[in-house]
């Protein structure tokens, strides 16, 4: 059964500094696996995705992850935090093919102090 | 764009009271899925659809119902709604094949049984 995993509840960072939001999955076949963001009382937003190719993906708002397929890893990454990144950050993932079956993470809220 | 249209945004019901929870989409999506959001437990897939006529069970299946009729909708049926069914509803949709696999979420139906 494929599942994610998303060890930090909160990551806290201040503006204008680097920040990461880690992920790390379980999946049989080649992993397809999505950054999504929600702001409060809103639904999830799409930010970013891997499929294949390029192991360095870019995202909507700045935002890039790095897919490590030794690590089993998908942190979300961006060079220079901004306040209104604030928000509650998911992972997901889901095999080849597999549509409608999305494993999401438990989910990572981002404050990011001015 | 309308995108994926859930009703109603909020709903207050009593133990043993059935609801139906509607959602929208106007993107021809053949796959669409309902997912209930919890503190600390991500989102879990309660029932999905891979085009009309067909559903199947997620995650979380117990207590809920599921029809697809048409390719739009796809409405959620709680029978006899209990207080571990209060949540936050999502309704998310995506192409399928040849699509490039992000879900499209609504924005969320927030479900309080007393």
């Known amino acids: 059964a494929q599942s994610v995993a998303q060890p930090e509840d909160q990551v806290n960072v201040a503006e204008g500094n680097p920040l990461t939001v880690k992920c790390t999955y379980s999946?049989?076949?080649?992993?397809?696996l999505f950054w999504y963001v929600q702001y409060p009382n809103r639904g999830l937003q799409f930010l970013l995705k891997?499929?294949?190719?390029?192991?360095l993906v870019k995202g909507s708002y700045g935002f890039e992850a790095e897919f490590n397929k030794s690590q089993t890893s998908f942190h979300l990454k961006k060079p220079s935090a901004l306040v209104s990144d604030s928000a509650l950050y998911f992972c997901?993932?889901?095999?080849?093919?597999?549509?409608?079956?999305?494993?999401f993470g438990t989910g990572t809220k981002l404050q990011v102090i001015p | 764009n309308a995108g994926v249209t859930q009703t109603p945004k909020f709903q207050v019901l009593k133990t043993g009271q059935s609801m139906t929870l509607q959602c929208a989409q106007d993107?021809?999506?053949?796959?669409m899925s309902w997912y209930r959001q919890d503190p600390g437990m991500g989102l879990r897939l309660i029932h999905y659809s891979v085009g009309a006529g067909i559903t199947d069970q997620g995650e979380v299946p117990n207590g809920y119902n599921v029809s697809r009729s048409t390719t739009e909708d796809f409405p959620l049926r709680l029978l006899s709604a209990a207080p571990s069914q209060t949540s936050v509803y999502f309704c998310?949709?995506?192409?399928?094949?040849?699509?490039?696999?992000?879900?499209?979420f609504g924005e969320g139906s927030r479900l309080t049984v007393l």
């Open positions: 891997y499929i294949t190719g390029d192991n």
């Open positions: 997901a993932v889901r095999e080849p093919g597999g549509y409608q079956k999305v494993t």
């Open positions: 999946v049989s076949g080649n992993p397809y």
């Open positions: 993107m021809n999506h053949e796959y």
């Open positions: 998310a949709s995506t192409r399928g094949t040849g699509g490039t696999g992000e879900l499209f």
